[in-house]
């Protein structure tokens, strides 16, 4: 099974009148919780609504362990955590906690969910 692109055209911001062609991943579709507790039914011995329910809870967990400052690490997956950025100040007696200027949670694969994307084969439609 190959991942399909697509050709796309991109202005230099730079340079309005230059613009070069690349190519981008064409995405076929969502999945959702529910689709995901499906499959891992099908290669477990737990039930449907236990998946679910394991899946629904690690949604409403996570974002506890990272307000609390900690990495979350899901062995064989890869692990999350915040990152903020702030402005700067010329003293540091000057910052504090209203110079945050944006939370963003960052995920790492796990070396094990890495390799197991190697391989990966594409395919570009032919221009018509």
């Not at 062609?21 to 099908?42: F, H, P, R």
């Not at 200027?101 to 390799?115: E, I, N, Q, Y």
């Amino acid at each position: 099974m190959a991942l399909w692109l697509r050709k796309i055209q991109k202005k230099n911001p730079q340079d309005l009148t230059q613009s070069k062609w690349y190519l981008t991943q064409e995405k076929s579709g969502n999945v959702g919780i529910k689709d995901i507790a499906k499959e891992i039914e099908g290669r477990s011995a737990l039930s449907f609504g236990d998946v679910q329910s394991v899946l629904s809870n690690l949604v409403e967990v996570l974002p506890i362990f990272l307000k609390l400052g900690q990495s979350v690490n899901l062995e064989g997956f890869g692990s999350f955590r915040i990152s903020i950025s702030s402005e700067g100040t010329a003293t540091p007696e000057e910052l504090s906690a209203r110079h945050v200027k944006g939370v963003k949670m960052l995920f790492l694969p796990s070396a094990d969910l890495k390799r197991n994307l190697e391989g990966i084969s594409f395919e570009v439609p032919e221009d018509k």
